[in-house]
């Protein structure tokens, strides 16, 4: 009798949208796997064929990403009617990313949340936003009891404020959990998902401990003069439906050497970001004198989003 030889995943070459289909319905079972991609086949059938069978992005050569990015940028122009350019942003040599934010001074304005909004193309009726604010207790941490849809007055008595978003882990849980690595960490720190590749089987988005994952449940409407032209292939341009997403820095901007959006936004300077190899950034003199910590520090996941207080 021969020895069984024990089940394993293809090599990534090997890996594409139809072996990954049949093997979530063999794992989940047809009616559930035909429910839970429901949105994503709606998606599947507005696609072209080109897009459909369209190399990873790590794979794509030079001359085919540019085609890609010339063809997103023309159906984007003729959709909003707006001058937008669909570019491919690298990362810079030398550079980590970090954040870091003074709990001290937010006062939970949630006008981080908004920029995000504008910012990355975010469907206008869902409000989507990859920033959540929470309304907390003062004297302890307990999201269980935190509260993001506050309507009041803010700051309100005896609260404090803790904006959550992609904490851009060290160690991803969601990248491990992506069966067909459509999402992945760069050298700057920064996880990036192709849009074009993701199958919207959601299992980063339950891989993640800070729930900073985003499901696009329906095409994204962003009304064509509210539309951000200035977009980047793995960031904000607008996503397809079916797909997952989330912040990544605000890339397109962060790797021209601008800050994030969220953090232009804050009216009280709440948000330090930068290079944490440069000993003289800001971010670097925050992590080198204030008492910072991380969330949920004990899973091990290692983000480089840090917290603070002044006292």
Sequence with gaps: MSEKKPFSLPVVGEVDRRTTLKAGAATLGLAAWAAALKPMVEWASSLDRDEFFQKHYRELTREQLQVILHKLTFEARKETGKPVTVKDHKPIPGVVFAYALNLSICIGCRKCAEACHVENNHDRPSNQSYIRVFEMQKGGIDFEKGNTTYDRPVPGK?????????????????????????????????????????????????????????????????????????????????????????????????????????????????????NILDPDSEIRWVLENKRVFVLKEELGTKPRFYYFFDK
């Design 158 to 274: 005896d609260k404090y404020y803790m904006p959550v978003q992609c904490q851009q882990c060290e160690n991803p849980p969601c990248v491990s959990a992506c069966p067909i690595e459509a999402t992945w960490q760069e050298s700057d720190g920064i996880v990036v998902v192709d849009y074009n590749w993701c199958i919207g089987c959601r299992y980063c988005e339950a891989a993640c401990p800070y729930h900073a994952r985003r499901f696009n449940w329906t095409k994204p409407e962003v009304p064509p003069d509210e539309v951000n032209p200035n977009q980047s292939y793995l960031s904000n341009r607008i996503r397809p439906q079916g797909v997952m997403e989330k912040c990544t820095f605000c890339l397109h901007r962060t790797r021209e050497g601008r800050m994030p959006a969220c953090l232009e936004a804050c009216p009280t300077g709440a948000r330090v970001f930068g």
